[in-house]
């Protein structure tokens, strides 16, 4: 719902955050709260974030925020996770600094596995795995309720 785009937005005045929702009901949620906060330096991308990267190609950021993202628990459905290989080799790329958090250990270490081998060929700087700020996020919130162990990893690149 944009929690953590509206605490970055607050935290960091001079700086542009860019949120990106495919569905419509975060999008709205975020807008609607922008519009009556008066804040103006949010700007929200509509389609999946694999789209951003492709088309704004020379496009680099100070940190990126992937939180809870959908893991597609089932072995089958591995291939959906929008963090893989792949996607995670794009963004280092375009990226200062990466932020994960998951409540999911399955898609944790294997993010992890990647970041090592990242680091292994000198792609990254460093990573750790201590907790960072965020927002509460809807799903933040929920994953405290349930009591259920969270994964932080901080990726470094430049
Ligand atoms: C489990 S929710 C977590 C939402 C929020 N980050 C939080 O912490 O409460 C996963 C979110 O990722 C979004 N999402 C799924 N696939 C995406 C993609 N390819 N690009 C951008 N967002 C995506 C979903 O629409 C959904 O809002």
Redesign the pocket.
Known sequence: ?G??VIELSQRNKNKKIIG????LN?QYFLADYCLKNNINNVLIYT????I?ISVFKKFIFDSIY??????WHKKKHKKRR?LNKEFIKKIVLKSKKIYF?SDNFDYFSNILQITKNLLQKKKIISFSTKKFKIAK??????AKKLNKRLYFLTIDIS
């Open positions: 719902m929690e953590n990106i929702e495919p569905l975060g389609e999946p974030a694999q951003f992937i939180l809870f993202p959908d893991p929008l958090l996020t809807k799903y933040l919130n929920r």
